[in-house]
């Protein structure tokens, strides 16, 4: 999690450098996911085993304490890819919502 990060789902967010955005394939869901959320580092996390679990997002810049306030998040995570692509749109709407009151 990024330094002064919220979670939006109240789980932590662990990356273990497998899923990384370095690591994106083309055309996959990750490129895909990526390439919509611009400013957001998106990922899938790893259990004990290596194997792949949950989906998570941070931003790529820290939030003032008034954008944390109005309800934007440093990181998210979700089970699915979808309830994640859900969860970064609904951050986008919140961020233009507030973006012209907020520093």
């Given at each position: 999690m990024s330094p002064g990060g919220v979670?939006?789902?109240?789980?932590?967010a662990v990356d273990y450098g497998h899923g990384s955005q370095a690591g994106i394939r083309p055309g996959g869901m990750l490129a895909e996911l990526a390439a919509?959320?611009?400013g957001w580092h998106v990922w899938?996390?790893?259990d004990g085993r290596g194997a792949d679990?949950?989906?998570f997002a941070t931003r790529g810049r820290r939030l003032s304490?008034?954008?944390?306030?109005?309800?934007l998040a440093a990181t998210l995570s979700a089970?699915?890819?979808e309830s994640?692509?859900?969860m970064l749109?609904?951050?986008?709407?919140?961020?233009e919502r507030v973006v012209g009151g907020l520093p």
């Open positions: 979670k939006a789902s109240g789980r932590t919509g959320f611009p899938r996390g790893r679990q949950g989906w304490a008034p954008q944390v306030a109005a309800g089970g699915d890819a994640r692509h859900g749109a609904q951050q986008r709407v919140s961020e």
